[in-house]
């Protein structure tokens, strides 16, 4: 299996990391939890083990909870030194399907991991993207908040649909240019600044609560909270 392991301290992670590798695996590392959220959602991964806590202003609850609102199902296993019933609760609820509380035996690890794998996906790939009330239908091309339908053009679409695959995260001027413009160069235009005004008219217009946030001096971020 391809695992993402998010995980802080530099000698556990390498003391899993070595031994999910030996063990036939392919093993990719971050060690905050902005970085683990950015692979997470931008890449394709069999299981992902994740700490509880961890720094970066991400943690990793934040974590699976916005995986989740995406229809990310990737299985999940928690490592925490959080070990009270309440905490593994919490975890679990947040949408992690397994919790190991540190100190642990690595055979335990490599047990629940290889348990998880043998989980039947009955799944299909996801096909919606959601944030609060706002859903993108990619199959459709639609979009639709609080199921009234929102008419956005080929070029909004891509936008708002890598705003939400990196929902609660900042997503960069350079990025939206890089992935959405298909620029690798900056044209010193305010291309972005206009698109995003545009549909920021269109998604939160006559709503209660906006959705896309200007980040001063660093970009734009799709989110449900103010």
Known sequence: MRILLVEDDAEVARFVKKGLQEAGHTVEHAGNGRDGLFLAASEQFDMLVLDRMLPGGVDGVRIVETLRGQGNRTPVLFLSALGAVDERVK?????G???LVKPFAFA??????EALSRRPTVDAPATKLRVADLELDLLSRTVTR?????????????????????AGQVVT????LEKVWDYHFD?????????VSR????LDKGFDKPLIHTVRNAGYMIRAEP
């Open 108 to 113: 335990e690890l490599l047990a629940r991991v």
């Open 146 to 166: 609080s199921g009234r339908k929102i008419d956005v053009q080929p070029r909004e679409f891509r936008l708002l649909e890598h705003l939400m695959r990196h």
């Open 97 to 99: 399907d397994d919790y």
């Open 173 to 176: 001027r350079t990025m939206l």
């Open 91 to 95: 975890g679990l609820k947040a949408g």
């Open 187 to 195: 044209p010193q235009t305010n291309v972005i600044d206009v698109h």
């Open 199 to 202: 549909l920021r008219q269109k």
